[in-house]
């Protein structure tokens, strides 16, 4: 994979969430698909209908965060560099502020795009 140069990055990059990320995969019913994932999204008060909102705020975050070198490298291979980004989410219940870590890969135009909205959780 070629080097982006982080002006292209700036002026070019793009971050893309597919809904299916939450409606067919974090809110699916069936737990061993959603690994348990769905329970903590409705923990902190999200639930299928959050989804859109979700998506978008996964998005405006990530773009924010890789735009500006704040993600961690992962494996990179021949579909991509996998990166991990903290994305912050209110906790609707309880009143906190959530952090996820996001996975997501750079593809070969600068646009990253998203693999699992929660590779792992923690309170702030």
Same mark, same amino acid.
């Given at each position: 994979?070629?080097? =982006?140069? &982080?002006? /292209?990055? /700036?002026? *070019?990059?793009?971050?893309?969430?597919?809904?299916?990320?939450?409606?067919?995969?974090? %809110?699916? &019913?069936? $737990?061993?698909?959603?690994?348990?994932?769905?329970?903590? %999204?409705?923990?902190?008060?999200?639930? =299928?209908?959050?989804?859109?909102?979700?998506? !978008? *705020?996964? *998005? !405006?975050?990530?773009?924010?965060?890789?735009?500006? @070198?704040?993600?961690?490298?992962? +494996?990179?291979? !021949?579909? @991509?560099? /996998?990166?991990?980004?903290?994305?912050?989410? &209110?906790?609707?219940?309880? @009143?906190?502020? $959530?952090? $996820?870590?996001?996975?997501?890969?750079?593809?070969?135009? @600068? +646009?990253?795009?998203?693999?699992? &909205?929660?590779?792992?959780?923690? !309170?702030?």
């Amino acid at each position: 994979m070629e080097a =982006i140069s &982080p002006d /292209r990055v /700036r002026k *070019e990059a793009d971050a893309e969430c597919r809904i299916s990320k939450f409606e067919g995969y974090i %809110f699916y &019913p069936d $737990v061993k698909k959603n690994q348990g994932k769905k329970a903590l %999204f409705e923990g902190w008060g999200y639930d =299928i209908l959050d989804s859109e909102w979700l998506q !978008k *705020e996964y *998005e !405006k975050q990530a773009l924010e965060k890789y735009i500006h @070198g704040k993600y961690t490298l992962g +494996k990179l291979d !021949k579909e @991509g560099q /996998r990166i991990s980004i903290s994305i912050e989410l &209110p906790n609707r219940i309880k @009143g906190e502020i $959530v952090t $996820v870590i996001s996975a997501w890969m750079i593809r070969s135009d @600068g +646009k990253i795009t998203l693999n699992t &909205p929660l590779a792992k959780g923690k !309170k702030k």
